[in-house]
């Protein structure tokens, strides 16, 4: 009796601890069957939004985080900055349908050592946790190594190198709060503004960068070190 409690014991212990952030309970539902099936993995709870996610991640604990970007509130991208600046040790592998450079940029500057597409299959999801957990990058294989070699190298486009050099002082930093998570209401108070002048702040921000949503813009400040400054 002792012998078999003290493997079970064990094999908890070597567990590793898994959230799950995805909006769509199906997907959710989904993603813990397949982990299910590995006893080295353990869920050990799920969200579905940025805002429950950071919660979750501070309450839980996880060793990992499997965090969808397309969400209500607060996005991927932002949950990601905030769980990696309370909890740096955990891992996070960005699962989405987006496959564009911005994205990926964003998600591995913002703190996500892996970018799974939702269409992989169940061996590569299991590649990609233990890949990222044994604290290497693991990026889908239906992304392109160009963009990868491009993130390496740190190079950006001339049009975007314009685009951030025609923003002024008060967008640069309107489009960092933005980026931050923060809304009209707070950047209002925060800068002395009315919350009409930061809307048309907002509106001019997306119409220079010719962006269309917070997410963008949070994807653009992340790619450009907006954050940082």
């Known amino acids: 009796m002792r012998a078999v409690r003290a493997d079970e014991e064990a094999k908890v212990k070597d567990q590793h601890r898994i959230l799950i952030v995805e909006n769509h309970a199906l997907l959710r539902a989904g993603l813990r069957a397949l982990l299910s099936t590995q006893p080295e993995f353990e869920v050990v709870g799920e969200a579905a939004n940025g805002h429950d996610a950071v919660a979750a991640a501070r309450a839980l604990e996880p060793e990992l985080v499997l965090m969808d970007i397309s969400m209500?509130?607060?996005?991927?991208?932002?949950?990601?900055i905030d769980i990696k600046r309370r909890r740096p040790a955990t891992r996070v592998i960005v699962v989405t349908m987006h496959k564009t450079e911005g994205y990926v940029q964003a998600s591995l500057r913002a703190g996500a050592?892996?970018?799974l597409l939702k269409d992989a299959g169940e061996d590569e999801l299991q590649t990609a946790i233990r890949t990222v957990l044994a604290g290497k990058i693991y990026l889908s294989a239906d992304v392109s190594g160009a963009i990868?070699?491009?993130?390496?190298?740190?190079?950006?486009?001339?049009?975007n190198a314009r685009q951030a050099q025609d923003l002024t002082h008060r967008e640069r930093q309107i489009l960092k709060l933005i980026a931050e998570g923060h809304r009209n209401k707070y950047i209002a108070e925060y800068f002395s503004l009315s919350i009409k002048t930061v809307e048309k702040h907002r509106s001019n921000l997306m119409q220079k960068l010719d962006l269309h949503n917070s997410s963008m813009l949070t994807s653009y400040a992340i790619e450009h070190g907006l954050l940082n400054t």
């Open 148 to 159: 990868v070699e491009r993130y390496l190298a740190g190079e950006q486009s001339m049009g």
């Open 72 to 80: 209500p509130g607060m996005t991927g991208i932002e949950a990601i």
């Open 113 to 115: 050592g892996g970018y």
